[in-house]
Each structure stands twice: as structure tokens, then as C-alpha cells.
């Protein structure tokens, strides 16, 4: 709490010298000529006594919690207590006290009321404390002050009166009649007194003025005389300039004149609240004295509305009655044209909150042409932006729109600093989105995307979607983050991946070559398991159809191979074997069956089925059919998946499968049968 340091002065000069009294001069007697005879003449007669000014005279200093001296006009309260401490002050009042360049003030304590300070208050004999508080936010009312017997003698003031009268009324009026030792001689004279006595022989009063009605009589003269004032009296209202007086002081004139050497001001003091409006050397000021009380302007167009308020903390509200900030308008406002402009200045840099300017509400916010409603920039209530557009599209935060030939691009970015700036960033930072779109809708609807994973993505129905052209340089460049992405990837209209690059550099295509009208497919390098070969099978060497392995019609050859499964296979994903088959017997059948699979992965066991060969099945079954021609090459497919059913191939997996030739049980061949080639596809 901020707590103003206060220096008084004890000492407290009551004003008790007496206003001399004004003595009304006698007029001396003059006696008419007689013999041997001497002029009388009345004593002077002694004015009336005024009472004893109700004043008490208070210095202090005032300065705040630094030690540094208050200056200027400052609103004080001083009350006075029964107890040094505590309970409720029987007698206050609040001044404007005026400090000087040391903080220093002088103050007549009841110069504020009529009656001055109440004698009541010291006539019982009781102690008083005088308690001093000034009125700014924040302060206390300062450790009370003893009040010693400089003040009692306003006990004195009884000392003027008896039984509450003034001495003068009970002088003695001047005698009648005729004086000693000059026989026929009378005395006369007359007195100008205030006095109600009676007075002695033909004295007479000064002559009265005519008074009207409920004016306020004024002295006319030097001599006493009375006459109607400017200030005219109905009720307890007075009138200035009026007959018919509206409040307890109504003017009626051009100009209601407060002048001063210094500061100038009028106050208000109701039961509530405080306040003054005036001049100093800095200007005009209209001001609240009352602690947490706001400062309201008022309009009547038939009623009386609050137009502005000015609150405790210098907080100004339009249209509203508790401002949040030091403007806070409720209601719209109007920038005229010509040379009006309206301007936010910003906050210093390194401020708690750098916000330069904030708008809220549910409404949108706009940017227009003169005359113009939207269509230059705006912001809608959900938060997008249009920029040449009112409506922006709800389905982008920023929609620009060109739409004259002066204005052909929407959007245009350029730079020339080097070193990793670009024109255009865009980046996602979550799956399922794009980080840069573009789209040509001018032959109609759109394809879709696979997936929204996406850096940059473009869109045309009968055009290009992405394009890059340089004179020299990289047109189009990608690049992978490991081993598992792909630096190119094309998809057909199936949804397919047809050609991929991958983060190694090798290209894989199904490019619809065909063999027996089978695609190829991506390849998987093979090695023969162990250079397994069983039951009869051999190879033999040669050229055409003298190489291969043979596999006879007795016995129960086989062969076995492995392979592991590449990193930009997609999980889960079948696996095709491709065996490419003849025989020199014709119009025969035999079996080339499954007879194992195993999936083995580094840091587990291996993956195996309930049966041997579960995962490893052919492809409309294990019949081989030779034709009419010899020697006419075949293929054969398998598929392989998981042989648990359960467990999904992924990229890194070891596969070893193998397969053996048995009888058809139908037209079985007598021939050999020639393996020509085994490769994986995926």
C-alpha cells in the first residue's frame, strides 16, 4: 500500500485576536444659547461585539514515500476523534489545501462551514485527536494528532457574551429632560446606533431604503441604509438574477466569473462522492476526489445517457460503464475521409505482452473501398482470410483470388537473398495433410490423392499437376530422410504403384513387359538355400534348353531357395513366385508342390505355420500341364504370406521356401522337368 509520509507542524495558532468592532461616530450635541450655561453632552455608545472567529489554524508538510515534497492542489480530510485510536469522527470536513515546492500547507480548519468549528467540541473538557488523511488511491488516514489547549480557548467566545447577549444590551439609555443650572434649557441630540436601546432625547436612526419582498437587504451607504440586493430568497433557495430560484443557488446570467492568483476551481461534496472542476498552470482539469468514483459524461436526447466514463484506473469507456482498457469502445466508430487516418502505434520492443493491435466479437473484419462493403481483405468470424474476395473458401485459411486482367496472379513471391531463403514455404506438421496445394479445375473434377501425406501436391484433370522447367539445373528434385522412403513413386489409375525410385537409387517399374503374358513385377534377388538340391535333382549346363535344373520323374527331387524381403515392401503385402517350367514330354501332367516355408526376423524365432508348407500356395493349384510342343517354356506361380496367418511380412524379413515335384496322378510326364528360372515379385 502506498503510504505518503506527513510532517506536521504541531502547532496550532487559533485565531482569537477580535475584529475590532465597528463603532457607529456620535454626533455631538449642540446646545441652544443660554446664560451662564454649559452643553451637555451623551456619552460615545460602544458597538456591537462580534464573536470570536470559530477558526483553528493547522500547518503540516505533505510528502510521499521517498521523502520527496507533494506540489500542487491536493484534497485533505481532517476529522476530529474522541480517541486516539479508533471510533468514528464526530467533526470533518475536506479541503483543498495548495502545496508549495517544500510540501508545505496552511489550513483554517472549519473555514469550510458556516459556523466555523462547533465550541462543543472543546467545552466538555475531554481530550480530542485531530486525524489528517489525503484523498488519493491508496492512502490512510494518518497517526492522529493531540489537540492541546490552544484550541479550548475557543471556551473564550463566552467571554463576549452575558446569558448569550452582547454587553450593549444592557447599557442604559441616555435620560430626557432638561439640564441642571439654565432654567428653560433642554438638550437634544441624536445618535446613529445599531443598538435596539432606546435612544436619548431626538435621536433618530438612518433612513431605510425601501426593501421588496424576499430580497436580501444590502447597506446602501456609509450611513447604514438598507436597499434590495441582486439576491432574491424563496425558501431555502437564492436567487441571483432570478426571482424564482430552482436550487439552493441558482444564477441567472452570461457568465459565472471564479478568479484567482493561483489555482482556480469550484467543488462538490455530496454524501457519496467528491469532486472539482477548475484551472491550474497546466490547464483546465475536471476531477474525482472520491477514491474508486468514475468521471461520467452525460447526452439528453429526451433522456439523460451516459455518453463517456473515465473510472479509477484511467480507464475511458464509450458506450460502456466498465471499461477494460484505457479506450474501450461498445459501438461502432467512423474514420472520416479526406486527410482522417487511424493509426495503432505498437508496443517497445522486449513488452510483457507485444500485441499491436486485437479485434474480437463474432463479426468478421474488413477492409473495404471507399463506399465498398468487402472485397478488398477481410478475416470472417471462423478465421479465414479473403484477400479480392468477400467470402473466402472454407476450406482454406488464406483464399486469394485474382479475378481482372490487371491482375492475373494471385499470388506472387520472389527473393533475392541467397543462402536457404525460398519465395514459397509450405510445411505440414502432421499426417493427413499437405504442406503445398496447387489445382487446375479447367477440364472439370479432379483425381483424388492415395494419401494426404503430402510436401507438394498439384492436381489437373487434363493437364499437368506438378511441372518443373529450368534452363539449366534440377527441374523437379526429391529427396528421402533413411532408407525406407522412396525419391520417386508413380501410381496408376487403380491406385497401383507402378514405378518407384527408391532411397538407394534403384528403379522399379511394372512396366506391362510381358513373358508368357504374365507383367513383371519388382524383383527380389534369390539364392538357392544351401545349394539345396534333393532327391534326385541335378543341374545341368549348356545353353537354351540344355540348361536348368532337372528335376526327374522318380524319387522325390526338390529344391529350396531364400531370399529377404526389400526395404520399400509395404507391409503385409503378398509375395509372388514365379517359376518358369518345360519338358520334352508333351500332352502330360505332374505337380510341382509346396514343401516348406519359414519366416525368420533378427531378435525372434521363426515364423512357421501349423502345416509345413502354410503360407506357400500355388496359384490355381500344383498341376503342371505340358502342351502339344516340347521344350516349350511355362510359369508357375506361388504366393507366399504369412504362414502363422497372424504375424504381417515385413521389409528385412528372411524367406525360405522350397518345392518337389510328385506325380499328378493324370497322364503323369516321363520326361524331366527343366527349371528354368525362379524369381520373387512383390
Not at 467 to 479: F, L, N, Q, W
Amino acid at each position: 500500500m502506498n503510504r505518503t509520509t506527513r510532517y506536521f507542524g504541531m502547532t496550532f495558532l487559533l485565531k482569537l485576536s477580535l475584529i475590532v468592532p465597528g463603532v457607529w461616530a456620535q454626533q455631538p450635541m449642540r446646545a441652544e444659547p443660554q446664560s451662564s450655561s454649559h452643553g451637555v453632552q451623551t456619552p460615545q455608545e460602544v458597538g456591537a461585539v462580534q464573536s470570536v472567529p470559530r477558526l483553528v489554524k493547522f500547518a503540516g508538510t505533505l510528502k510521499d514515500e521517498l521523502g520527496k515534497p507533494l506540489t500542487g492542489v491536493t484534497s485533505v480530510t481532517f476529522a476530529v476523534y474522541k480517541e486516539q485510536e479508533g471510533g468514528a469522527g464526530f467533526w470533518l470536513e475536506t479541503q483543498n489545501v495548495e502545496l508549495d515546492e517544500q510540501g508545505r500547507y496552511t489550513v483554517l480548519l472549519g473555514a469550510t462551514k458556516s459556523e466555523g468549528m462547533p465550541l462543543e467540541l472543546f467545552t466538555s473538557g475531554e481530550p480530542r485527536w485531530l486525524g489528517v488523511q489525503v484523498n488519493l488511491p491508496g492512502e490512510v488516514e494518518q497517526p492522529r494528532v493531540l489537540l492541546v489547549s490552544v484550541p479550548y480557548a475557543l471556551k473564550a467566545a463566552d467571554a463576549d457574551t452575558v446569558g448569550g447577549l452582547p454587553a450593549s444590551a444592557f447599557m442604559l439609555a441616555q435620560p430626557t429632560g432638561t439640564a441642571s443650572g439654565t432654567a428653560g434649557a433642554s438638550l437634544s441630540g441624536t445618535t446613529a446606533r445599531r443598538t435596539t436601546s432606546k435612544t436619548a432625547g431626538q435621536a433618530t436612526a438612518p433612513a431605510a431604503a425601501a426593501i421588496a419582498a424576499n430580497f436580501i437587504p444590502v447597506f446602501t451607504d456609509n450611513i447604514g441604509t438598507l436597499g434590495s440586493s441582486a439576491m432574491f430568497q424563496s425558501g431555502n433557495n437564492i436567487g441571483v438574477g432570478t426571482t424564482s430560484p430552482a436550487a439552493p443557488l441558482h444564477v441567472n446570467g452570461n457568465t459565472l466569473l471564479v478568479t484567482s492568483a493561483t489555482t482556480t476551481q469550484v467543488q462538490f461534496s455530496g454524501a457519496a462522492s467528491a469532486a472539482r472542476f477548475g484551472e491550474d498552470g497546466t490547464g483546465a482539469f475536471f476531477a474525482s476526489d472520491t477514491p474508486g468514483k468514475a468521471v461520467r459524461f452525460y447526452t439528453n436526447n429526451g433522456t439523460l445517457n451516459e455518453g463517456l466514463r473515465i473510472d479509477s484506473s484511467s480507464n475511458v469507456g464509450i458506450g460502456t460503464a466498465t471499461p477494460a482498457a484505457k479506450l474501450d469502445v461498445n459501438g461502432a466508430f467512423h474514420v472520416g475521409t479526406g486527410n482522417n487516418w487511424f493509426r495503432v502505434e505498437g508496443p517497445v520492443l522486449g513488452t510483457a505482452n507485444p500485441v499491436l493491435a486485437s479485434w474480437g466479437g463474432s463479426g468478421d473484419f474488413q477492409i473495404d473501398a471507399p463506399g465498398v462493403i468487402g472485397g478488398r481483405f477481410v478475416v470472417k468470424s471462423s478465421g479465414n482470410v479473403g484477400i479480392g474476395t468477400a467470402n473466402p473458401s472454407s476450406f482454406s485459411k488464406l483464399d486469394v483470388e485474382a479475378t481482372t486482367a490487371a491482375n492475373p496472379i494471385a499470388i506472387f513471391a520472389q527473393t533475392s537473398q541467397g543462402g536457404g531463403f525460398s519465395a514459397i514455404n509450405g510445411q505440414s506438421l502432421s499426417t493427413g495433410s499437405i504442406g503445398t496445394y496447387g489445382a487446375n479445375f479447367g477440364g472439370g473434377g479432379l483425381p483424388g490423392f492415395l494419401t494426404f501425406n503430402i510436401g507438394v501436391a498439384g492436381q489437373s484433370n487434363n493437364g499437368i499437376g506438378v511441372e518443373g522447367s529450368v534452363e539449366t539445373g534440377t527441374a523437379v528434385s526429391g529427396r528421402v530422410g533413411n532408407s525406407a522412403g522412396e525419391i520417386f513413386s508413380g501410381v496408376g489409375p487403380g491406385g497401383a504403384e507402378q514405378f518407384n525410385v527408391s532411397s538407394v537409387g534403384t528403379v522399379h517399374a511394372n512396366a506391362f513387359q510381358t513373358l508368357s503374358g504374365i507383367p513383371i513385377a519388382q524383383y527380389i534377388s534369390l539364392q538357392l538355400y544351401g545349394a539345396n538340391i534333393a532327391g534326385g535333382a541335378s543341374f545341368t549346363t549348356g545353353f537354351g534348353p540344355n540348361a536348368g535344373m532337372q528335376l526327374p520323374n522318380s524319387g522325390v527331387p526338390s529344391f529350396a531357395y531364400e531370399f529377404t524381403i526389400p526395404p520399400n515392401f509395404i507391409s503385409n503385402s503378398p509375395l509372388t513366385v514365379h517359376v518358369v517350367w518345360y519338358t520334352s514330354a508333351t500332352s502330360c501332367t505332374m505337380s510341382l508342390a509346396p514343401n516348406f516355408i519359414s519366416v525368420a526376423r533378427a531378435g525372434r524365432t521363426h515364423i512357421i505355420g501349423s502345416l509345413a508348407t502354410s503360407g506357400l500356395t500355388g496359384v490355381g493349384g500344383n498341376t503342371l500341364s505340358a502342351g502339344a510342343s516340347a521344350n516349350v517354356g511355362e510359369e508357375q506361380q506361388y504366393t507366399i504370406t504369412s504362414p502363422d496367418g497372424v504375424t504381417s511380412l515385413n521389409a528385412g524379413d528372411v524367406v525360405v521356401f522350397g518345392l518337389f515335384r510328385t506325380s499328378s496322378g493324370v497322364s503323369d510326364c516321363a520326361a524331366n522337368l527343366a527349371i528354368e528360372g525362379v524369381s520373387i515379385t512383390y
